[in-house]
């Protein structure tokens, strides 16, 4: 899956790791003290966009959702929302890397 790959990719890059498939584990995971940021699809299967912004927004948690066939209207409207940013698939992998490297150094913040 894109997000076993996204999951090896980082940490392969030194990152640390926290994996969720579902909206229980996204509430739980946004309480971790030292995430830096959350990648995700556009929706998962029980948590909209806005729901995710919501949580994430919270805790300050920046989100970067990923996903394709997504008009260009409706990823301007995820960053309008509150979203750092819309990677559309496939997406480099420097891409994210940079912008991750952004979030840790307080850039984006």
Do not use: M, Y
């Not at 790959?5 to 392969?12: G, K």
């Amino acid at each position: 899956s894109v997000r076993d790959a996204l999951t090896v990719l980082l940490e392969s890059e030194g990152w640390s790791v926290v994996s969720v498939d579902d909206c229980e584990g996204l509430k739980s995971a946004v309480e971790e003290p030292d995430v830096l940021a959350l990648i995700t699809e556009s929706s998962l299967p029980d948590c909209s966009p806005g729901e995710i912004l919501e949580h994430c927004s919270r805790s300050g948690l920046p989100v970067i959702f990923t996903g394709h066939d997504l008009p260009l209207q409706g990823a301007v409207d995820l960053i309008r929302q509150g979203a750092v940013d819309f990677l559309d698939k496939p997406f480099p992998q420097t891409r994210l890397l940079d912008l991750l490297k952004r979030l840790g150094s307080g850039q984006n913040k």
